[in-house]
């Protein structure tokens, strides 16, 4: 079985700290993706990447950077973390292309107060 | 650029009613549709999906859906509902952005689907 773990569930930080969510798949993918989720709006494509240290901005990349040192392993990056990304985070990864299944980890929960 | 509507915020039902789960979409080309479902405090896990041939499409859970080219539609069914089947339902195309191959999903809303006893 395919599995993507999250290196946390639920997380509280202060408005203008530095946030790190880390990511980790064990099925050797290429592809890494961070979402976020939101009520109402589904998930959004926050940046994914498509080999290591190569990335793509997704849809709405403002406020977070990644970082993608090793194939397992996908950083999502909160450089001054603000109120409006109190969120929950989702990332997923998938081995091919457009028509292939994403294996979605789950989750963490970020409050920022 | 694509877009996927899920018209239903929140469908409530009984437990053995039949189900039905609305889908549209905007894509010039053909399109890779999904369904996910995600259940309280869980990630997402892929119901079924489409990208070519039988335009009814069996997944797992006993949940079906029908791509409807004419409608722009995906809609996801079950004949009967059981109460392990309440969560959010999450439809989703996928495509090649910007002419690469890197495929990306755009998600719909969601659906929350509450079972009553």
């Known amino acids: 079985d395919v599995k993507v773990t999250q290196s946390s569930r639920y997380l509280v930080k202060r408005t203008g700290e530095k946030v790190f969510l880390e990511c980790v798949q064990d099925?050797?993918?290429?592809?890494m993706f961070w979402y976020r989720q939101d009520p109402g709006l589904g998930l959004r494509l926050i940046y994914f990447s498509y080999d290591v240290k190569m990335k793509e901005k997704g849809d709405i990349p403002e406020g977070y950077s990644v970082s993608r040192e090793k194939k397992e392993r996908f950083s999502l990056i909160l450089e001054s973390a603000s109120t409006n990304q109190t969120s929950m985070y989702l990332c997923?990864?998938?081995?091919?292309?457009?028509?292939?299944?994403?294996?979605f980890g789950p989750g963490t929960r970020l409050t920022v107060t | 650029a694509q877009s996927v509507t899920q018209p239903d915020i929140h469908i409530t039902v009984s437990e053995g009613a039949s189900l039905e789960l609305r889908c549209n979409y905007s894509?010039?080309?053909?399109?890779?549709l999904f369904w996910y479902v995600q259940s309280p405090g869980q990630g997402l896990q892929l119901l079924l999906k489409y990208f070519s041939g039988d335009t009814l499409v069996q997944g797992i859970k006993g949940f079906e859906a029908e791509f409807k080219r004419s409608q722009s539609s995906f809609n996801l069914r079950k004949p009967s509902v059981h109460w392990s089947d309440a969560a959010e339902y999450f439809c989703a195309v996928g495509y090649n952005a910007g002419g690469t191959s890197y495929g990306k999903l755009t998600f719909g809303q969601g659906t929350i689907l509450t079972v009553h006893p």
């Open positions: 894509y010039g080309a053909t399109p890779y």
């Open positions: 997923a990864s998938r081995i091919g292309g457009a028509s292939s299944e994403q294996y």
């Open positions: 099925m050797d993918h290429e592809n």
